[in-house]
């Protein structure tokens, strides 16, 4: 396992739209395991492979709190087959947004389609940070961030915030 860099934004590359995958294979699996590995790291509770550059629809996600075991899970082709109308709100973070977090909401629960580890169809519904934290994760395999959920106002001044971070540590 390795750990790997987070890209962050303002980087283009976090706008690509990543590819479902044609079959789960070691070589998938690698890069789920790094995943893993770099989000236990930073440390988070959900990671995106574009994050790491990788376009391709993979997610690692574990929400288990720090006193509980670790409940590492995994999503290769997410997809969202049901969204309840009711909304919940969270306080949003995200690795590629270093230092800045916002109210955002979604859809409290959620029914989703996707391949496990092994390359197995499973279905699920989810709720409460589960089900904002996969929706998170697969709007970054669309190319969205949470700011992108914000007013244009919010969003601006964060991303002017992020420039201006990232010019100062090129320099
Ligand atoms: O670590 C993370 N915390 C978080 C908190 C609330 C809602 C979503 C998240 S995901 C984030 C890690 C990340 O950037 N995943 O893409
Ligand atoms: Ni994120």
Known sequence: MAIRQIITAPDPFLKRVSKPVAEVTDDLRVLMDDLLETMYDAPGIGLAAIQVGEP???IVLDIARDEDDPYPRYFVNPEITWASEELATYEEGCLSVPEFT??????A??????????GNKQEIHADGLLATCIQHEIDHLRGILFIDHLSAVK??????KLVKASKQAAE
Not at 111 to 118: E, G, H, P, R
Not at 155 to 160: A, G, Q
């Open 56 to 58: 391709v629809e993979a």
């Open 109 to 118: 629960e959620i029914k989703l389609n996707f391949l496990d580890y092994d």
């Open 155 to 160: 969003r601006n001044i964060i991303v002017r």
């Open 102 to 107: 916002a109210d955002v909401d979604r859809p």
